[in-house]
C-alpha cells in the first residue's frame, strides 16, 4: 500500500540534509533504508541517536508545479524520519 | 593586447599558487602531523591511503555491471544489496552502502547530489568535476531532460526520468540497459562498453562497434 508522506517545512540552522526544495513536498515512500546516526548531531561530533531513514519519491509537478519540466518524472531523496509527516493512519516513528 | 603573458606554446603560463593557505588546510596539516608524531599513522600509510584511492576508477563498476547482464541472479542481488553484490565480485569498497538503479526500456535514472557531491568513490573513484559544480548540482533535479540533452543524450517524452537525490546515507550507480548487438560479447567485452556517466546516468553505455 502506498504511503505519502509530507517533508516538514521548517528552516533550522545547521547541519542539514534535507534539501530546502523539498521542503513542505509532498511524495511517496519508495523504501525504508533501516537506521542511522543523524547527520544534525554527527556533524557538531555527537553520536546521539539513531533515526529511521527513507527514500521518498517526488514528482516533478509536485516540486516545480506548472515549471515542471516534465511533469511524470521523478526525484528519489533520503528523508530521515523526524522530517516526514506521514499521511492518514498514525505511524509510529 | 600584449602576448607576454603566453608561453612559447602559446598557451598562457598558469599562475603559481602563491596564494597563503586556508584555514581548513592548515586544519588537515596540523591533524596529520600530530597524526604522524604521536605514532598512530606513518606519512607512507598516508600516502598508501591516497594510491589506493587513486586506484579506484570506473572500470570497477564496469565489471560490476557487465557481470549483472551476463548473470540474472547477480543481477537480482545487485538491484536487492549493490554494496554486498560489489563485496562479492572482491571490491574492497569499505562501508559503502550502495542502491543500483536499473534503467529499462521505460526509466531512465541519473544520479545527482544537491547538496555536496556525495559519489561512490569506493566503488568507481573521485567524480568527475562537474558532479560537483552548482551547475549539475541544481539543474540535475530541475531540467534533468536539458542537462541530458548536453550530454548528448535526448530522451523521448515517453520515457520517465528517475533523478536520485544522494541526500543521506545510501550512494548511486546506475545499472543501464544491454547496449543491442552485444550477444557475442563475453563479460570483460561487455565492461569495456560501460562508461563512468552512464554509470552516473548522463550516458549510456558505448555501441560494440565503436568500443
Not at chain 1, 26 to 47: D, T, V
Not at chain 1, 74 to 79: G, L, P, R, Y
Not at chain 2, 13 to 39: C, H, S
Request: proline share 7%.
Amino acid at each position: 500500500m502506498a504511503e505519502f508522506v509530507r517533508v516538514k517545512s521548517m528552516m533550522p540552522p545547521g547541519h542539514v540534509r534535507t534539501p530546502a526544495y523539498l521542503r513542505g513536498k509532498r511524495g511517496q515512500i519508495e523504501r525504508a533504508l533501516g537506521s542511522f546516526f543523524n547527520p544534525e548531531q554527527l556533524a557538531y561530533g555527537h553520536k546521539g541517536e539513531t533515526r529511521d531513514l527513507y527514500r521518498v519519491r517526488f514528482t516533478m509537478t509536485e516540486i516545480w508545479g506548472d515549471k515542471a519540466e516534465n511533469p511524470d518524472d521523478t526525484v528519489d531523496a533520503e528523508i530521515y524520519a523526524h522530517w516526514l509527516d506521514w499521511e492518514g493512519e498514525n505511524h509510529a516513528s | 593586447m600584449p602576448h607576454d603573458h603566453l608561453s612559447p606554446s602559446g598557451h598562457p603560463f598558469r599562475a603559481d599558487n602563491d596564494e597563503p593557505i586556508t584555514y581548513w588546510q592548515t586544519m588537515e596539516i596540523a591533524v596529520r602531523e600530530l597524526l604522524i608524531e604521536k605514532g598512530h599513522l606513518t606519512a607512507a600509510e598516508v600516502a598508501a591511503q591516497i594510491d589506493a584511492m587513486d586506484a579506484r576508477s570506473p572500470a570497477n563498476g564496469a565489471a560490476v555491471v557487465a557481470r549483472a547482464w551476463v548473470d540474472a541472479p547477480f543481477k537480482a542481488r545487485l538491484l536487492d544489496d549493490a554494496a554486498a553484490a560489489s563485496r562479492e565480485m572482491g571490491f574492497d569498497i569499505g562501508p559503502l552502502k550502495l542502491i543500483a538503479v536499473e534503467n529499462t526500456a521505460r526509466t531512465h535514472n541519473l544520479i545527482v547530489c544537491t547538496l555536496c557531491s556525495c559519489y561512490p568513490r569506493n566503488l568507481l573513484g573521485l567524480p568527475p568535476d562537474w558532479y560537483k559544480t552548482r551547475a549539475y548540482r541544481s539543474r540535475a533535479v530541475r531540467e534533468p531532460r536539458a542537462v541530458l540533452r548536453e550530454f548528448g543524450l535526448d530522451l523521448p517524452a515517453d520515457m520517465t526520468v528517475r533523478v536520485h537525490d544522494s541526500t543521506a546515507d545510501m550512494r548511486y550507480i546506475v545499472l543501464p540497459a544491454r547496449p543491442a548487438g552485444t550477444e557475442d560479447l563475453d563479460e570483460a567485452a561487455l565492461a569495456r562498453l560501460v562508461t563512468r556517466d552512464a554509470m552516473i546516468g548522463t550516458g549510456l553505455p558505448r555501441a560494440p562497434h565503436a568500443a
